[in-house]
């Protein structure tokens, strides 16, 4: 019997009002056979382990990995399944905080690398002592970025969704490219990191090590800020991901690219997401400021679902020169920030607005949007 005809049978079940119901209902005799059978029947990940914790009555859980959701009965298998596509969808979302915008708004704010957090088990793989693990620290975060980007929303007239990695990139850098295509792993900072700012050894190569926090930290991130594009692209039609980062005045040893200029502000383009017409709408609303193009960082971040293949997703990078905002002890300066926000606020008011009304450029950058209703 294949595993969807099966799926079916399971379906048709009634009520279940204990655990030994559950067991009769997905047809097998063992609570391991149960976690198993829930596994298959919900389709979680590959790598994922569902267990059965069982304390009694009116304390059973369904445990994905790490999180577990109690099962209450009376309950039937729909309601069990969708309990495990809960538990899986909280374990994605662990390492990663998605703060909601307004209901009609398709701008996501993208922030990965302002945290300075690394969890005990990876710290234990990277050979710095503490000390200089601080200095790397401080060379490779986007200080305040996080802070600045909620700033942002809160000046912005159609509140943006935020998204911000809590993990610092030293863990898993969220933006590159976990396979071959990525550049960076030229200098030993792909998608996870062998080398430091300045070339030294950060952890050792190992491809298991890599793997296991591919499969802990990078995937789940990624997953999570794919269901948010889907979900902005159901609602609203279209999603504009803004990402949002911060760099040096003075080059790090690391950048592949030092020769041309470093701007107040530089903006990351796609040749796919990133359309002249979107260009020029973000030069014009950052006028205020010193404004340059894919130097010293070019790109920007778009989920690998939609790479090059979604033309109602556009995206573009800021990336934000230090000294404007933080001085030389690398405090923040919050009176430097106001403008930085009020401008950036601004452009994302009209990019957001602007598919929604008359205005210049309707269509020509958010692709063909359409909506339920107008935005209020």
């Known amino acids: 019997m294949c595993a969807d005809t099966t799926r079916e049978k399971i379906l048709m079940t009634g009520p279940i009002h204990d655990l030994d119901g559950l067991l009769a209902a997905f ?94 088990e990876v710290r234990d793989q990277i050979l710095l002592n503490d000390a200089a693990l601080e200095r790397e620290l401080d060379a490779m975060t986007d200080a305040f970025t996080d802070f600045i980007a ?33 550049e960076m792993n030229a200098v030993g900072m792909g998608a996870v990191y062998t080398r430091t700012s300045d070339g030294s050894p950060l952890r050792d190569d190992d491809e298991l090590e890599a ?11 990624a997953t999570a800020l794919t ?35 470093r701007p107040e502000i530089c903006i990351g383009t796609d040749p796919f997401h990133t359309p002249e017409s979107l260009v020029e709408i973000v030069r014009e609303g950052l006028g205020g400021f010193d404004v340059g193009l894919d130097s ?17 997703v556009r995206a573009f990078m800021v990336e934000l020169r230090r000294d404007l905002y933080v001085d030389d002890s690398g405090a923040l300066v919050e009176a430097a920030v106001t403008p930085i926000a009020e401008a950036l606020a601004q452009l994302i008011s009209m ?26």
Request: glycine share 6%.
């Open 27 to 120: 047809g097998v005799t063992s609570i391991q056979d149960l976690a198993w059978a829930i596994d298959e029947a919900a389709d979680i990940d590959d790598g994922r382990s569902v267990t059965i914790d069982d304390r009694g009555p009116d304390e059973t859980f369904l445990v994905v990995d790490t999180v577990g959701i109690a099962i209450t009965f009376p309950t039937d298998v729909t309601t069990v399944l969708r309990l495990a596509a809960e538990a899986e969808k909280e374990l994605r979302q662990q390492h990663v905080s998605v703060y909601p915008g307004h209901e009609w708004s398709g701008v996501i704010i993208h922030v990965p690398h302002a945290s300075r957090l690394i969890p005990a």
């Open 296 to 312: 010293p960082f070019a790109g920007c971040y778009v989920p690998l679902k939609h790479y090059g293949a979604s033309h109602g």
């Open 227 to 261: 269901d948010l594009v889907d979900e902005r692209l159901a609602k609203v039609g279209s999603a504009l991901i803004i990402d949002l980062h911060s760099y040096p005045l003075v080059a790090n040893p690391y950048e592949l690219h030092t020769d041309g200029p």
């Open 211 to 221: 793997d296991e926090l591919i499969r802990t930290y990078f995937d789940p991130y």
């Open 150 to 182: 909620q700033r942002i929303a809160d000046t912005t007239l159609h509140r943006p969704w935020i998204v911000v990695n809590e993990l610092s990139r030293l863990v898993i850098d969220p933006e590159r490219s976990p396979d071959a295509r990525e």
């Open 351 to 376: 990019l957001d607005l602007e598919p929604l009304t008359t205005c210049r450029g309707m269509g020509n950058f958010m692709g063909d949007a359409h909506f339920d209703e107008p935005a209020p």
